[in-house]
């Protein structure tokens, strides 16, 4: 038995089906890799707040 033809509202609707399943995939995708770099750069500065923690005082010499 032969397969039945889609009409071209189901052609449509199977159209849309793949682009906001696409669409979506996209979005979480990006919304990760947003949430990655930001993850980085928090780090980076985290490594350069700690990097740059010195204890001033004890270093300073006052003259006077």
């Given amino acids: 038995m032969p397969a039945p ?3 071209s509202v189901a052609k449509i609707a ?3 089906t793949i682009l906001i399943a ?3 995939g996209t979005f979480v ?3 990760r ?3 990655q770099q ?3 750069v ?3 500065r985290q490594r350069m707040l700690r990097a740059n923690e010195v204890d001033y005082e004890s270093e300073r ?3 006077g």
């Fill in 5 to 7: 033809k889609l009409g």
């Fill in 14 to 16: 199977i159209g849309w």
């Fill in 22 to 24: 696409g669409g979506l």
């Fill in 29 to 31: 995708w990006a919304k």
């Fill in 33 to 35: 890799s947003v949430y």
């Fill in 38 to 40: 930001r993850h980085e």
């Fill in 42 to 44: 928090m780090r980076a």
């Fill in 61 to 63: 010499k006052f003259t």
